[in-house]
C-alpha cells in the first residue's frame, strides 16, 4: 500500500531497471540521480558486453522506487535517454526461455535450407 492509502500496481517494486546508460557513467552518478528520490540499498551496474549501458537499482523503500521509475522514466541523462522500469525476475526468465526456444528454431530451419 502506498503512504496515500491507495494500491500500487502489482508490479511495483523496491528493484528497478534501467537502460539506456552511457557505458562511462559511474555508480556514484548513479547513486547521486537515484538518491535524489530515497536510501538506495544497492546499485549494480552491467559490465559484460550484452549487459553494458544497464543497472539494477534497489531502493529501501517501495514509494521512493516508484517516484524514481516515474520521474526518470524518459529522462535526458548524460545525453541519452534513460529507460527506467521495475525489475521483473519471473518475466526476465520466461524471456529467456523464448529466446532459447526462437534460437533452437532458427537453428532447425538453417538445417532445412541448407543456411550456415
Sequence with gaps: MSRSGGKLAPEVNRALFVKNLAYTVTPEELFDLFGRFGAIRQIRQGIANNTKGTAFVVFEDVMDAK?????LNGFNFQN???????????????????????????EKLKREHGID
Excluded: I, T
Aim: aromatic residues 6%; hydrophobic residues 40%; charged residues 30%.
Design 80 to 106: 541519452r535517454y534513460l529507460v527506467v522500469l521495475y525489475h521483473q525476475p519471473e518475466k526476465m526468465a520466461k524471456a529467456q526461455a523464448d529466446l532459447a526456444g526462437r534460437q533452437e528454431n532458427l
Design 67 to 71: 517516484s524514481a521509475c516515474d520521474k
